[in-house]
Every structure is written in C-alpha cells, then in structure tokens.
C-alpha cells in the first residue's frame, strides 16, 4: 500500500516521534543548568574557556554527525541511526558520575553530541517526510516545541536534584532513565522513506548538484538561512555557558539560576507551537530577520541587567525571537530543497547550525577571559544583529512565500 502524505494522515507516527523528541531535549537539558558548577566544583575549572570545552566537544561531534546522518539515513534509513543515536548516549551518565578526570566529561559530551546529532536530525526528517509540504512549519514547531520544552523542564529538575542531593550521582542517573525511555519508545518508530518517493512524484523543487558547497555559499537562501542558523547556536552556546556564571556573579543562587536558565528554553519551546504554524502562512524572511533582531537585542541587554525580573523579561524575549526563527529555519530549507537531496541538504544545515555550539563556546569564553562576562554578551549580540541583516539584504524571498 503506497503511503499517504500528510499530518491529519500520519497523526499517530508524528505523535510518537513528537513524545520521542521531547526526551532528546530532556536529555541534553539535565546538563543545562549545571555544567558550570560541575566543572569548578568537582574539576576546580575556573578559566571560562577550560569550562566551556565540554560545549566545544558537544558542538563539534553533534555538527559533524548532523553532516553524516543526512547522507546515512538515506543509506542505512532514519529508524536505524534514531536507535544507534539512543544506544550511544547510554554510557553518557556512568561516565560522568564516575570519573574523576576532565578528559572524560569532554568524551561523555562528544558521545552526548554524536546521539543528539542522530537522535534528533531523525526525528526532524522523519516528520518532515510524513507530513509533506502543507503542514511542514506546524510539524517543526512541534517537533523544536518538544524537544526544547522538555530540555526546560530538565534544566529546572536538574538545579532542583544538585541543589537537594548534589551534583552526582542523582541528577546523571536521572538523565539515563531519559534516555532509557528514549530508547524503547524508539522501536515503535516507522520508517519513512516511503513517503520521499511520493512526494518526490509531485514536486517542481530542482534537485541539488553540490549540496554542502549550495547550502553553504552559493545558493542565497540556503546560505543565509545556514549562517542565521549558525549564529543562533552560536548566542546559543554562550548563554549555556556564560549566562549561569554570570547570575552567580550577580548573587543569584542555584535554584534561582535553574529557574532562569529554564525561562529561554521554555519560551523557545512553547512559541514553536505558533511560530511553526505561522511559517506555513507568513513570510519566512521577515520572519528569520525579525527574531534574529530580536534576539541579538536581547542579548546585549542582558549585560546591563541585574534583578530577577528583569532577566525574566529580556530571557523571555530572547525565547521567543529564537522561537520565530528555529523552526522557520527547517521549514525554509525543506521548502527550498528537492524531497530526495532533503536530507542530505538538511544535513549540511544542521552542521553548521550546531557547528555555532562550539564557536559560540570558543568565542565567548575566549572574549570573556580577556574582556569579561559582560563584554562577551554584548559582542555576541551584536553578531547576532549582523546576521538578521544578512537575512534581510541578502536572501530572496522563497517559493510559496508570502
């Protein structure tokens, strides 16, 4: 029986693929919160450069899996990498409750990044194939919705179980059962690449020659939608790392800074279920330059803030420019990509996108050694700016734009 195309078709697969990306997120989240604290309480990391390698490790190896699972799960099918992603993670949380060596939390987060890399690029592409192209920002919505909701929700139980029982083992032993229940709701999956050969019978998109030179330079709304998308985990990356030590600087304790790491990954989440939606009806440039702007003005105003409610209100800002332009980034390039290079082109968005974990990490760390915490926000903000201007003076508008 030849499948059928669509959300209200598929809805029991999107469902299931939903639930299982919200435990990718929450898996990743029960880092969020308190990685920094780890590392200069067990390790005595002080240097913001030393404690930010764990985001370098973490970006790099989930950048250049992102590479490899487009072209993989064409060859070896997008059910398969989602559970191998899964079986990778389960050393993750032994490593990091039993070493005593910095060496090897750099090793559990490569291992963290490579199954984020298979478990979540399988998801995204596995809804994509399902849904075709009428829903395909409502199904990124919810799929980011998910999968950053519960990185939230991680972050606050995380601070929550350091904060009563210590930085090891509770908190670590938590994100295993995540991953566990990952893991097993995974062999219910269906594989989808069915649906690409249907699809493929009835769409005009052109086929693409030279997919990583084509999304990286020469194609113009593939390349600007690939740099946003780099700079957007670039600030990313900085607020994971810099934004906990910079509300310890500020007085701020550790259930107080969980509750405020949570407020932007949450915001981000709960706005996809609109923004994705929105991206199926309004013009996804305007929509990529507006929250790009509004994220890099957040973020310089966060260097010049100090009560609790004022990060809540800048935070929340920055959740929701991120939020406008997460799942307008995937949507953008699915709409822009022949079905049969999707993937593969997806592949190479997403290795530069998270690519920005690690430049964000590197370049923060490096400017806030040198010039401060403060200084390194602002400058990061100010890329961010730069980079909504590149969407507005160089990317076309978009076949089925508005």
């Known amino acids: 029986m030849q499948p059928v195309l669509g959300l209200k078709q598929n809805w029991k697969q999107f469902s299931l693929l939903v639930l299982i990306n919200a435990f990718v997120g929450a898996t990743v989240g029960?880092?969020?919160?308190?990685?920094?604290?780890?590392?200069?309480?067990?390790?005595?990391?002080?240097?913001?450069?030393?404690?930010?390698?764990?985001i370098v490790a973490f970006g790099v190896s989930k950048a250049i899996t992102n590479y490899f699972s487009g072209k993989f799960s064409n060859r070896y099918g997008r059910k398969n990498l989602l559970i191998f992603g899964w079986l990778l993670v389960l050393p993750v949380p032994f490593i990091l409750n039993l070493t005593g060596s910095w060496s090897w939390v750099i090793f559990a987060n490569s291992l963290l990044g490579i199954s984020q890399g298979l478990t979540w690029s399988s998801t995204v592409v596995m809804k994509i194939d399902l849904v075709g192209e009428k829903n395909r920002g409502l199904a990124m919505g919810l799929n980011e919705f998910a999968g950053y909701l519960a990185l939230g929700i991680s972050a606050v139980i995380s601070a929550y179980l350091t904060s009563n029982y210590g930085l090891r083992p509770i908190p670590?032993?938590?994100?295993?059962?995540?991953a566990l229940m990952g893991l097993l709701l995974s062999f219910w999956a269906k594989e989808t690449k069915e649906h690409v050969k249907v699809e493929s019978s009835n769409t005009s998109s052109p086929k693409v020659s030279k997919a990583f030179w084509n999304t990286t330079v020469s194609d113009k709304t593939l390349s600007s939608v690939t740099q946003a998308g780099l700079v957007n985990n670039l600030n990313d990356g900085m607020i994971w790392g810099l934004l906990p030590v910079l509300l310890v600087e500020k007085g701020f304790n550790l259930e107080e800074i969980g509750s405020l790491a949570a407020v932007?990954?949450?915001?981000?989440?709960?706005?996809?279920?609109?923004?994705?939606?929105?991206?199926?009806?309004?013009?996804?440039?305007?929509?990529?330059?507006i929250g790009m702007l509004l994220q890099g003005f957040a973020i310089i105003a966060l260097g010049f803030v100090f009560s609790k409610m004022e990060f809540i209100v800048l935070l929340t800002f920055l959740g929701i420019g991120t939020a406008i332009v997460y799942p307008t980034f995937l949507a953008t390039v699915a709409s822009a990509t022949?079905?049969?290079?999707?993937?593969?082109?997806l592949g190479v968005f997403r290795f530069w996108r998270d690519l920005g974990y690690a430049v964000g990490a590197l370049i923060s760390g490096i400017v806030a050694d040198q010039f401060g915490i403060v200084f390194s926000i602002i400058f990061i903000g100010i890329l961010t700016v730069i980079s909504g201007l590149i969407i507005e003076f160089r990317m076309p508008r978009i076949r089925l734009d508005n």
């Open 338 to 345: 022949h079905p049969q290079d999707r993937a593969e082109v």
């Open 264 to 289: 932007y990954p949450v915001v981000w989440g709960f706005g996809q279920l609109f923004t994705g939606k929105m991206s199926d009806h309004f013009s996804k440039k305007k929509m990529l330059f």
């Open 30 to 54: 029960m880092e969020r919160s308190i990685f920094p604290d780890f590392a200069l309480e067990i390790f005595g990391l002080e240097s913001h450069m030393a404690m930010l390698t764990f």
């Open 172 to 178: 670590f032993w938590t994100m295993g059962g995540i």
